[in-house]
């Protein structure tokens, strides 16, 4: 897990990236935030101890239950299976990926990373409903995947299929920008900004400025004199 600037995000989306795969093994947030002002809000202690203790008991069950090793001190692995129901919404949802593979409208980048979304619902689905398992009032089995752990596993995944279509748009929206720029580089940044205008009327006015190294005010005020 980590963070990485937009800017320097949009270097990784090329060609070659999309080809080989690399950018499809990416999951990523990238939520609309402004910065803040300074507040004295603070996380609830009571709720930092529970997460403190919720992670320990999690480590502990699994050290004690759930991980057995063999013979030769190796670790015995352990099959999780769907429940009848969880099944069914395992297959309705493979099958709806594999719908929008063989689209005629689906965008062909997003193509690319539909494959993946079908083997990393399945580990959500895990996921999720080991750490159900482990709060919920009326304990159950970890590795018997329910029904319910698969429609959430079903919302991450298109979670994460919506925000790499907002950063594969984004990326678009900046090498387009940057094309332009390039081609008009001998003219000063005003008339540039007037190129962008006449190509592009709604171009991204805080990616513009960016790129040009000048506040989205100077941007907006340039619109103004050139309209």
């Not at 950018?23 to 930092?48: F, K, Q, S």
């Not at 057995?68 to 352990?78: A, H, L, M, P, R």
């Amino acid at each position: 897990m980590g963070g990485i600037q937009p800017g320097i995000l949009n270097q990784f989306y090329t060609e070659e990236n999309k080809d080989n795969g690399f950018i499809d093994r990416i999951l990523t947030c990238y939520p609309d935030v402004d910065v803040e002002r300074y507040n004295d809000n603070e996380m609830d202690a009571e709720l930092l101890q529970w997460y403190e203790d919720f992670i320990i008991d999690m480590y502990q069950k699994v050290k004690r239950n759930v991980v057995k090793y063999d013979n030769e001190n190796q670790i015995e692995s352990i099959i999780a299976v769907f429940t009848e129901s969880a099944k069914k919404e395992w297959m309705r949802i493979h099958d709806e990926i594999t719908d929008m593979q063989n689209s005629a409208t689906e965008n062909e980048y997003m193509k690319s990373m539909l494959p993946k979304q079908k083997s990393y619902i399945p580990r959500f689905a895990l996921l999720i409903n080991t750490l159900d398992s482990m709060t919920a009032a009326d304990p159950f089995p970890f590795d018997i995947i329910c029904k319910e752990s698969v429609l959430k596993a079903e919302r991450l995944s298109k979670y994460f299929i919506n925000m790499a279509k907002k950063i594969k748009l984004k990326s678009t929206e900046t090498f387009e920008l940057k094309k332009i720029l390039y081609t008009n580089k001998s003219k000063n940044k005003k008339d540039q900004v007037q190129e962008l205008m006449q190509l592009n009327p709604d171009f991204n006015r805080s990616e513009a400025a960016d790129l040009l190294g000048v506040s989205r005010q100077t941007i907006n005020n340039w619109i103004k004199e050139i309209k």
